[in-house]
């Protein structure tokens, strides 16, 4: 797919607030509190009409790019509930906790690792200053039960990460397909974590939704294969976005590495909560499958065909959030500019054209001139078969233009009077505001060019 083109930026770019973002989510319909109208729940987020588009677009490219264009590579969609002696042998149910303090004054509750280290050594709270009471144990994994008769009632988990069905089905797959290593097995779907500090609007979330590769090697190629998954993933996020110098590796800390990796590297994206993480790179060696072995008493190991070597694979993962993709790029494409007219600021999301939720507005330029109208809504119902369109003809061309820009829709197509006379029309692109001329016939090709991956 085409990159974003470069937006250059410098220490002065100001950054996007979340408040923005969640103010125009709300507005436009990408994103809704949940259960709003009983107060909301903490932590989860609906999609609206125009979230669901851009989700939709955001998983699809994903997909397209991991598992459609690579021979080796095939995917997957897992139940969000499993056995809970998967979460025993994934470790999760022993270690998946968060160390938790409140302060005894102001009882603001904090993250241990979230807070800063003279804090943390001075036991004083970071908004008041007063004493902290003594760190607890939280377990993030959400519980749930199988079964209706009490007493006899089956208790698991929502799955916490979504990889583990990947692990899970990895023999399956073996036998079902025709893959050798080295080849890959992806899933996108949803997790559940009891986030003690849920917030940021859809960055910590306690619903939310993964999508993971988890590429299965012969130990000896484990570092090739890591190396190139890291600078693949970091293209892949460097051509989706307009600040490229808000993206980099971070690689983790001898004191984080889980016990099994050698390295683990984040992507990373700054906004305006500092560097984040966007997604992990993780070399997970054989853990996991050798632990599932262990666990449920079957042999998780694989033969290869040509050797007859018969071996635990590695496997190099890499886990990014869809939810976190989705704030990522509208902090990424918003931005308010000056109008070259004078009048109020022009707000515009340049999200890549492939991801926009609306591909193209097709507008008549009056509304009471019907020949205008019935050609603009033919227009429209053909485009439509193609791309997601939308037909406008409320308020003047100025304000519909403005009311897409918001939204990131890449094309506008108007329906003028010379339309009527010539068979063209002007089809206005939205980062620079050109317009060009484009015959009605040739105007199917000419926008599937410009907003699809190919
Ligand atoms: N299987 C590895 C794994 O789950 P992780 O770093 O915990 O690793 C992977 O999660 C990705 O999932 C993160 O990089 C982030 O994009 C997303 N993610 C994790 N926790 C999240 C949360 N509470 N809300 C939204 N996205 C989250």
Known sequence: MTQVESKPTTNDTPFVPIEKIVALCKRRGFVYPNSEI????????????????LRNNIRRYWWWSMV?????????????ITHPRVWEASGHVENFVDRLVDCKNCKRRFRI??????????????????????????NLLMETYLGVVEGERMQTYLRGEACQNIYLDFDNVVKSSRVQIPFGICQIGKAFRNEVTPGNFLFRQREFEQWDLQFFVHPSEMLQ??????????????????????????????????????????IEY??????????????????????????????????DQNTKERYIPWIVETSGGVDRTF?????????????????????????????????????PLQK?????????????????????????????I???????????????????????EDRTVTVRERDHMTQVRVNIDELPAYLLERVTWQ
């Open 38 to 53: 009983y107060g909301g729940v903490s932590g989860i987020y609906d999609f609206g009409p125009l979230g669901v588009e």
């Open 368 to 396: 009471n001139k019907e020949e205008l109208v019935t050609t603009a809504r033919n227009i429209h119902k053909k485009l439509q078969r193609l791309m997601v369109s939308q037909y406008d003809d409320v308020a003047n």
């Open 270 to 303: 700054k906004t305006i909560l500092g560097w984040q993480e966007w997604e992990g790179i993780h070399w997970r060696q054989d853990w996991d499958l050798s632990r599932h072995s262990e666990y449920s008493g079957q042999d998780l190991s694989y033969t």
């Open 68 to 80: 459609q264009l690579h021979d080796n590579i095939v995917g997957i969609e897992g139940a969000i």
């Open 398 to 420: 100025g304000r519909r233009y403005r009311r897409q820009d918001e939204i990131g829709t890449p094309y506008c197509v108007t329906i003028d009077f010379q339309t009527l």
């Open 225 to 266: 294969w890591f190396d190139y998954w890291k600078e693949k993933r970091f293209e892949w996020y460097m051509g989706l976005i307009n600040h490229k110098d808000r993206l980099h590796f971070r690689e983790h800390g001898p004191d984080e590495l889980a016990h099994y990796a050698k390295q683990a590297f984040d």
């Open 327 to 363: 704030l990522n790029l509208l902090l990424d494409a918003y931005e308010e500019e000056p109008d070259p007219t004078g009048k109020e600021p022009r707000t515009v999301l340049r999200l890549h054209p492939a991801l926009a939720p609306v591909k193209v507005a097709v507008l």
């Open 113 to 138: 690792d979230h807070l800063p280290e003279e804090n943390v050594i001075q036991n004083k709270c970071p908004e008041c200053g007063g004493e902290l009471m003594e760190p607890r144990t939280f």
